[in-house]
C-alpha cells in the first residue's frame, strides 16, 4: 500500500513553477525524478525536492496540472503542506505574471512586496 499522497494544484507550467522554487530559496532537481517515501516506496515526478531526513517531496504533471506528490508521514518543511502551497502558489502566479506579460511587450514598472505578502505589481508598455 502506498503511504504517498498526491494534492492538486493550480499548477500548469514547470519553468514558472522551478523560477517560484527557487526564488523561495527551495533546492529542486530538475528533470524525472523519483520521489523517495515509507519503506524505499518510490513515486515519478517531474521534480523533486530532497528533505533532510531521506524522504522527498515533488511535483508531478497528471494531464492537466502538477500535483504534489509525497509521504506526508514524513513531511519536513517549515510551514504545513497548505502553508506550503499557499507560498509556492503566490510566487508561481507572480512568475507566470511576469512571463506572459513580457511576452506581449509590458515591463514592470513598479513592484511592492506589502506586509500582508501579497505583491502589487505596475507593468507598462510604449507604443
Known sequence: MSHFSQIKTQIRNLESLQSALSDLGIQWKPGASEVRGYRGQTHAAELAIEQDNGYDLGFKW????YELVADLQYWQQDLTV??????????????????????????VAEQQENTDGSIRLVVQRWS
Open 82 to 107: 497548505e502553508g506550503f502551497l499557499r507560498k509556492i502558489t503566490q510566487r508561481y502566479a507572480y512568475r507566470t505574471v511576469l512571463k506572459e506579460t513580457e511576452k506581449i511587450g509590458f515591463q
Open 62 to 65: 497528471n494531464g492537466k496540472e
